[in-house]
């Protein structure tokens, strides 16, 4: 059986302390909270190279050589085409990924970011599957705090109305879906997961994963070690 036609992209921030995960980090300490951030990377990027899908692009920013856990990192990103993110706001930079993407493997393209380490080979399989489904033109994952997990476009230019919705915000999800709309799109819309930003968030999504999710075992062991 044929791969999916479809380009799945990853936009990660290399987990470097004092720069990722900062919400986070002000409950648990930079440190700690740059270790999750890795584990949930690992985690994604796993899910990412056993997805049934043709294409697999990571558009990074950060240093990755500064961050934790970096050797594992640069291991998992050998099956992916890496490229820098580029634009100044997170919308603008989530278009740029985009239209990059496309530029590199065309057909259509589906995005999802680092924050959820509970997302699975077959869902992101399942997601890419709707995405070429009959009679649609994009696929929505909503989060649980109103903002979004995944975007898929059958024509990722049209991304490109993402440069004027406010990143991280409660309405962000509800905004984005709407532009959508806007634009003409017929949406399918995946599950609703949870995405790690606090640290209630954090023990909400590691008791949703196996013994062998990198996050469950970065979890557990800073429990014991240092927060």
């Known amino acids: 059986m044929s791969p999916v036609d479809v380009t799945l992209l990853v936009v990660a921030k290399a987990p470097v302390p004092g720069l990722a995960k900062t919400r986070l980090a ?22 990412v190279r056993d997805a049934d899908v043709s294409a697999r692009v990571v558009a990074l920013t950060g240093d990755l050589g500064s961050a934790r856990r970096a050797e594992e990192l640069e291991e998992l990103l050998t099956g992916c085409v890496v490229i820098a993110q580029r634009g100044d706001a997170l919308g603008e930079r989530l278009a740029a990924a985009h239209r990059d993407a496309a530029d590199l493997a065309s057909g259509p393209v589906l995005q999802i970011g680092m924050d959820t380490p509970q997302v699975t080979a077959s869902l992101l399989t399942s997601a ?34 993402l440069a004027g919705v406010t990143m991280s915000r409660a309405d ?20 609703t997961l949870t995405d790690v930003d606090t640290i209630d968030d954090v023990a909400s999504v590691a008791s949703e994963l196996g013994p062998d999710s990198q996050f469950l075992l970065a979890v557990e062991s800073g429990r014991t070690t240092s927060w």
């Open 26 to 47: 002000a409950s648990i300490g930079p440190g700690a909270a740059a270790d999750l951030a890795a584990a949930a990377l690992l985690d994604t990027l796993a899910a």
């Open 128 to 161: 890419a599957s709707a995405l070429v489904g009959d009679g649609v033109d994009a696929v929505y994952g909503p989060a649980a705090d109103g903002g979004w997990w995944a975007l898929g476009l059958v024509e990722p230019h049209r991304a490109s109305f």
């Open 172 to 191: 962000t999800g509800s905004c984005t879906l709407a532009g959508l709309k806007t634009i003409g799109l017929t949406v399918s819309e995946l599950v």
